[in-house]
């Protein structure tokens, strides 16, 4: 979604309906891969969350046809040490993500705003280790020191956990094998496609596992540089509809 379908402007491709109808024509299946949760996305495309399958929490929520089809959680005593050691860090903020919504502590105008953008259905509680929910992922946001502070502090967690960071200011925790490649992999044995039949597109380093999971994958021309190398093709920028005027030429062949 953020830098890869969306605008800067968190718009959607001009195109993207007919695009989207074309696909279907063609009985091409849609998949939304985000860090986002499902709430988010399934309100971004209320019009058409009946013919699209969402993968939400990178990974971690998979949802089609309002039937759920994947949930992995991270056990109550993990999240209750997560949320106790990221507190410790200064200047990082909390998103618990459950299952039924996300949980914030911090009400700070700033974080507040920012959080609101991937997470509509949030609840604002005095302590999140007493969250009842099944938590999905712990997503912690940091505006000035993600990459000094914050991550290096968490990033040795990664033996246990699985460690991503989704853009320079957020970095998700999700339990250990969950991440956008590994719910590709169990979408295509759900419907019988295989990688050659498979387009893939991203532009963070929460995408890199998709990268190995698709014959065509397409890393936008605003991508880190790590998913430039480990994609096969480049689309154009995400403010330039990267996304959809790769599927036409893809389609158009």
């Not at 830098?3 to 989207?20: E, H, I, M, W, Y």
């Not at 154009?236 to 030429?249: C, H, M, P, R, Y």
């Amino acid at each position: 979604m953020d830098g890869t379908l969306l605008s800067s402007n968190k718009q959607l491709p001009r195109d993207f309906l007919a695009v989207f109808n074309r696909l279907k024509a063609e009985g091409i299946q849609f998949v939304v891969a985000s860090g986002r949760q499902y709430y988010t996305l399934e309100d971004e495309f209320k019009h058409l969350n009946h013919n699209i399958v969402f993968v939400a929490e990178n990974g971690g929520f998979i949802k089609w046809s309002g039937g759920e089809m994947v949930t992995r959680s991270v056990k109550p005593k993990d999240a209750s040490g997560l949320i106790n050691r990221i507190r410790a860090i200064e200047g990082a903020n909390i998103v618990l993500c459950g299952k039924d919504g996300a949980y914030v502590e911090d009400t700070s105008k700033d974080f507040v705003s920012e959080m609101s953008k991937y997470y509509v259905r949030h609840k604002i509680v005095e302590d999140l280790t007493f969250v009842q929910d099944d938590i999905l992922k712990i997503a912690v946001n940091d505006f000035s020191n993600m990459e000094s502070s914050t991550y290096p502090q968490l990033k040795e967690l990664s033996n246990d956990f699985q460690i991503s960071t989704s853009s320079p200011i957020w970095l998700d925790i999700m339990p250990k094998g969950t991440n956008k490649g590994n719910a590709i992999k169990f979408l295509q044995e759900k419907f019988g496609v295989s990688k050659e039949q498979t387009v893939v597109f991203g532009d963070y380093l929460n995408d890199l596992e998709m990268m190995t999971e698709a014959k065509y994958s397409y890393a936008m021309a605003n991508a880190h540089s790590l998913v430039k190398e480990a994609a096969a093709f480049e689309a154009l920028s995400n403010d330039q509809e990267g996304v959809t005027k790769a599927i036409i030429a893809l389609l158009d062949e």
